[in-house]
């Protein structure tokens, strides 16, 4: 059983990858967008993170967040292992940059060496590669509108985790289970489909464990680091992630209050990765 999590073996795991090319990498420029954050290092290599914006406290005045804040004005040249240390500190705002620099050292990998040796790179939406069977019980970590509508397109049988009930439209309901029942649920489910972000808030790892031998979970979403080894430890079968092509444009956006509407497909590439099921 693994007794680390899952993000601090995704950093293990860049850093062993990287090797001694990790002490010349510096944070070129960081962008902490209202729904995303990015940065671009030395390197030209981008990286994207969901910005935890709810872990700021009250959006009051600066003295009582500021302590959650990364530095403004002193992040551009900062070393790569510096910020990286944060992914130890408790989910918020500087996790958040460090997760998006873990992506870009990722991206620094399949610069340097291609994609993860062992995995399948598909194209596209990670939910295609699922291959859902009929009848197969599916329970989604958030309400995630248009694998919703798919869901109930094909009759497929699924539940819907999530905090807030409001978030779901008036014929979603019947599909809602609050996320503090997740082990009543999720031991029962065939497939798990979560967010990366899950990665942020120190639940994925719980979530993961509750599912049953031989069920499948797929991680998605701009945040999912793409890696595969520490995936598929945990018998994940699916990542779906993205690679930055267009790092100065894509701060550009985010800087403009940019969303994924404004950059998929754009100046970021979906991606996503199989992972052996016997791994």
């Given at each position: ?164 009930p409001a978030t779901l439209k008036p014929e979603e ?107």
């Amino acid at each position: 059983m693994n007794t680390s999590s899952l993000l601090s073996d995704l950093h293990a795991a860049a850093l062993e990858r990287l090797g001694p090319e990790i002490e010349s990498l510096r944070i070129e420029r960081a962008v902490l967008g209202i729904f995303f954050t990015g940065v671009k290092l030395n390197n030209g290599a981008g990286g994207i993170c969901a910005t935890p914006i709810k872990t700021v406290p009250e959006a009051v005045c600066c003295p009582s967040s500021a302590h959650a804040m990364p530095t403004p004005g002193k992040l551009s040249g900062l070393d790569v292992r510096q910020v990286l240390r944060d992914l130890d500190r408790p989910p918020g705002l500087r996790r958040g940059l460090a997760v998006a620099t873990l992506n870009a050292v990722a991206e620094t990998l399949w610069m340097r060496d291609g994609p993860p040796a062992g995995a399948e790179v598909l194209g596209g939406d990670a939910f295609d590669a699922l291959e859902l069977r009929p009848g197969q019980s599916v329970v989604l970590v958030g309400a995630f509108p248009p694998y919703m509508r798919e869901l109930r397109r094909r009759g497929q049988p699924f539940k819907v985790l999530e905090l807030d009930p409001a978030t779901l439209k008036p014929e979603e309901l019947p599909y809602y289970v609050p996320a503090a029942q997740a082990a009543q649920v999720i031991p029962f489910a065939d497939v798990l489909i979560t967010t990366g972000t899950t990665l942020l808030n120190d639940t994925l790892d719980g979530l993961l464990q509750l599912l049953r031998l031989g069920a499948r979970a797929a991680i998605i979403g701009p945040t999912a680091t793409l890696l595969a080894e520490p995936y598929a430890r945990r018998h994940v079968a699916i990542v779906g992630g993205t690679r930055v092509t267009s790092p100065d444009t894509l701060l550009d956006l985010l800087a403009e209050g940019g969303s994924g509407y404004h950059f998929f497909e754009k100046t970021v590439e979906r991606l996503t990765l199989r992972l052996p099921r016997d791994a």
